[in-house]
């Protein structure tokens, strides 16, 4: 099993720039995508970001130019940096990990974590 935790989320001002990390325990794998997610109030879970072990990423469109996805395989941690935030990027934001090739597809995922919550004033 895997397990991700979440940290990093907050209320912040349109504009402004958050840092989410997730932190991987448990069984590893050697070729591993990790994902971020979201989920606002009312709306399905959308995706936002992934990257695999060779760094290669990939955004949405919503929130590509704006966002950044990291990872730092010694620690076992996946980060985003998100900036110049809108209200419309209100959400819980989820970590989610599967082996072998990103995808933007929640349900490939096998591994989540319990979610950061994401809130921007206007």
């Known amino acids: 099993q895997v397990q991700l935790v979440e940290s990093g989320g907050g209320l912040v001002q349109a504009g402004g720039s958050l840092r989410l990390s997730c932190v991987a325990s448990?069984?590893?794998?050697?070729?591993?995508?990790m994902a971020w997610f979201r989920q606002a109030a009312g709306k399905e879970r959308e995706f936002v970001a992934h990257i695999d072990w060779n760094k290669t990423t990939q955004y949405s469109d919503s929130v590509k130019g704006r966002f950044t996805i990291s990872s730092d395989i010694g620690k076992n941690a996946v980060y985003l940096q998100m900036n110049t935030l809108t209200p419309e990027d209100t959400a819980v934001y989820y970590c989610?990990?599967?082996?072998?090739?990103?995808?933007?597809?929640?349900?490939?995922?096998?591994?989540w974590g319990q979610g950061t919550q994401v809130t921007v004033s206007p």
């Open positions: 448990g069984r590893t794998f050697s070729t591993v995508t």
């Open positions: 989610a990990a599967k082996s072998f090739l990103g995808t933007s597809s929640r349900l490939e995922y096998d591994y």
